[in-house]
């Protein structure tokens, strides 16, 4: 069964505004990861987010997570045509170290 | 990441086929993963393997099965191929000494049954 849901399922911005995208789990967690994935190609690790951890950054993107509501979030500041792409999150329950991944976020940047 | 290849790229098949899909990595991570996607519903675990006598059924492995022939390789078989196994597969690697069990992923393939 999925974990993570993300929301919303598809987005449209301009080149430079921000995007956010949700996802939201059911249960506990070790950590939380997001993924890219450009069309039809593997997925690529962006960043990930511990359960002890409420605010994280790297370059452009900056996560949050809320393990009261059990959800997190994936800003994408400044965008580009260039992060057009799919992007999942994926929750490492911690107890055998699999992921169970999202249904993901269609981010389109117009330039 | 080219440090994960499978093979083929693409493959269409006939029902009833035998189909085997093949990963290889020169990650030397111990961990390997069988995902596949399908349109508006994420990816799925078909199988993970720990290393390589260890091998576990992910959430959808009846129709599949694996063999993992080496630390480096981690093939997907499909004993009779049927239509709604078309859809992209994924092979992806993680390494247990790490702390955290990032994944890397392969290029894919697509596979359709008709």
């Known amino acids: 069964s999925q974990q993570g849901e993300e929301d919303p399922q598809a987005l449209s911005i301009q080149e430079g505004e921000n995007a956010t995208m949700n996802c939201s789990y059911k249960t506990s967690i070790n950590n939380l990861q997001w993924y890219r994935q450009n069309s039809g190609r593997g997925l690529v690790h962006l960043i990930l987010i511990r359960s002890n951890e409420r605010e994280k950054h790297s370059g452009r993107l900056r996560v949050t997570l809320d393990t009261s509501k059990k959800s997190s979030s994936l800003l994408i500041t400044a965008s580009r045509a260039a992060d057009t792409a799919s992007y999942f999150c994926a929750t490492d329950g911690g107890s055998n170290y699999k992921l169970t991944f999202g249904k993901g976020t269609l981010l389109t940047v117009n330039p | 990441d080219a440090d994960v290849t499978q093979t083929p790229r693409n493959r269409i098949t006939k029902t009833g086929k035998r189909i085997m899909l093949e990963c290889s990595q020169t990650?030397?991570?111990?961990?390997m993963y069988w995902y596949r996607q399908d349109p508006g519903l994420g990816l799925r675990l078909i199988y993970y393997?720990?290393?390589?006598?260890?091998?576990n059924k992910g959430e959808i492995s009846d129709g599949y099965s694996v063999s993992r022939q080496a630390q480096a390789k981690f093939s997907l078989s499909l004993e009779s191929a049927i239509p709604n196994q078309t859809a992209l597969y994924f092979c992806?690697?993680?390494?247990?000494?790490?702390?955290?069990?990032?994944?890397?992923f392969g290029p894919g393939t697509r596979l359709t049954v008709l």
């Open positions: 393997s720990f290393d390589v006598k260890d091998i």
């Open positions: 992806a690697t993680s390494d247990p000494s790490g702390f955290y069990n990032e994944q890397f």
């Open positions: 990650k030397g991570h111990d961990r």
